[in-house]
């Protein structure tokens, strides 16, 4: 077969993970000693050619990243990406979530005092916030949480690491 390691490559690219080196040889018809062959031709070829990427083998499987060197500047591509500012209403959304939650939309619009629909959804794209259930009340309104992604993004391993705040508004300040 011409151009092994391409095809290689380019099933390693596509499939993102690591693939079974077994398995890379039984889809490409090659035996244990070919596709080892072909894997070391693909790994000296990405190294001398100074390529973007190289090849990677962890136990029995094989997988492309992106070369150390250059891990600064590909970091610094994503980093604008990764850290988008988001808006005083989603924070404030985002923030009731978090200390209240789980909670629904009426209860951040309580809080609030203005609709948060745009807020949630964003949370929600964002991969912010969650739906985790139904309040057992009239109508069945959603519960939303915070995620994993809300932790990292903000860099806390667990809620608890939050700021402490007093929920309840100090005496007077009820009802105004």
């Known amino acids: 077969m ?29 035996t244990s000693s070919e596709m080892a062959e072909a894997l070391e031709a693909l790994s000296d070829h990405l190294t001398l050619e100074n390529r973007g990427i190289q090849l990677n083998r962890n136990g029995e499987s094989v997988f492309l990243s992106i070369r ?29 979530v978090a200390y209240r939650q789980p909670c629904t939309r009426g209860d951040i619009e309580a809080i ?15 991969g912010f916030i969650e739906e985790c259930g139904q309040r057992e009340t009239l109508g069945r309104p959603t ?14 391993e667990s809620l608890d690491e939050l700021p402490s705040i007093d929920l309840n508004p100090p005496e007077g300040e009820i009802g105004t």
Not at 112 to 126: A, E, I, M, T
């Open 143 to 156: 519960l939303y949480r915070t995620t994993d992604a809300f932790l990292q993004h903000f860099g806390i």
């Open 112 to 126: 609030r005092g203005v609709k948060c629909d745009y807020s949630v959804q964003s949370l929600l794209n964002k």
């Open 2 to 30: 011409e151009n092994i390691g391409a095809v290689i490559e380019a099933i390693l690219f596509v499939a993102g993970d690591p693939v079974r080196v077994e398995d890379l040889a039984h889809a490409m018809n090659l």
């Open 68 to 96: 150390p060197a250059f891990a600064p500047q590909v970091e610094a591509f994503l980093q604008p990406l990764q850290k988008r500012p988001l808006s005083q209403a989603v924070l404030e959304t985002l923030s009731i």
